[in-house]
């Protein structure tokens, strides 16, 4: 999975909207962008567009019955979304620790160019 | 956390260092550069703005990332907005706000603690929005949840 895909998903799942759109879908099953539109308080036509991101992202797919175009959650790509979740959960953890070695350092370097403070003095 | 992974990001580490110290390395350009972003232009003033620029490690990809100070309050709290995706001015509703919370647990100690959420960009009134939070826990993040404790121990 290249950086631009995870990009994508990424910026499909964080918008709040678009997650209300795939709650549904989770949560409700199949449904058409008419059906999701009386669930949730934005228009069928907010409902396309958001349908359409995820669609690109890989979060949903559409078919066709009859004369309905019904969109459904696909399940594995949800899996990747969590794996996104946990990885930049990671990278959050990596500059913590960049944060506490820089910030423990400059401490170390003020109080020696300070002279020291006492328990440190030789 | 009731084994619920939620959208937001919620993260934090003790430093052995005061939290005028601490403030300084997440809020000082070079200081950030060594932790976060290859270059970085930032005005730490509320609405102030700046710019991350990502060199990739090298590779061929540089990416450029708005971002807008939403609260500066040192040394106890800064919260900034950075886009998804890269190139649009950073808005609620296209955004990620990512909030450090500074604690003073001693002379020479600082917990530090930072949340990464798109939740707070919710555009619609606040009983709306609560109702979504409870959809939200019910749902997405029940599922979620699942998803996650599948993933066992890939969760740090």
């Not at chain 1, 990671?90 to 020291?116: F, P």
């Not at chain 2, 110290?21 to 509320?46: G, K, N, S, Y």
């Amino acid at each position: 999975m290249s950086r631009d895909d995870d990009d994508h998903l990424w910026s499909a799942i964080a918008d709040p909207s678009r997650r209300r759109v795939l709650d549904r879908l989770v949560r409700g099953g199949a449904a058409s962008a008419s059906a999701i539109a009386e669930e949730v308080p934005f228009t069928r036509q907010a409902v396309m567009k958001h349908l359409a991101v995820l669609e690109e992202a890989g979060l949903v797919t559409r078919s066709r019955e009859g004369r309905e175009v019904r969109f459904a959650v696909q399940p594995e790509r949800l899996d990747e979304a969590t794996r996104i979740m946990v990885q930049l959960a990671g990278e959050w953890d990596r500059r913590l620790q960049s944060i506490k070695r820089i910030a423990e350092a400059a401490h170390r370097n003020a109080s020696r160019a300070s002279g020291g403070r006492p328990e440190r003095a030789r | 956390m009731s084994g619920m992974v939620d959208l937001a990001i919620d993260r934090e580490i003790v430093i052995d260092a005061p939290a005028d110290v601490v403030w300084r390395t997440i809020t000082e350009p070079e200081q950030i550069e060594q932790w976060f972003a290859d270059h970085v232009e930032l005005d730490v003033r509320p609405g102030g703005a700046g710019t991350f620029v990502f060199d990739n490690r090298g590779g061929d990809r540089v990416v450029t990332v708005p971002v807008v100070v939403e609260a500066a309050d040192p040394p106890h709290r800064l919260a900034f907005r950075w886009s998804h995706p890269e190139g649009r001015s950073p808005v609620a509703g296209n955004s990620m706000l990512v909030e450090f919370l500074l604690t003073v647990e001693g002379a020479e100690r600082t917990r530090l603690r930072v949340v990464e959420t798109g939740i707070e960009e919710v555009q619609w009134p606040d009983d709306e929005k609560a109702r979504y939070a409870e959809d939200h826990r019910r749902g997405w993040s029940v599922h979620m949840g699942r998803l996650a404790d599948r993933l066992g121990g890939a969760r740090a």
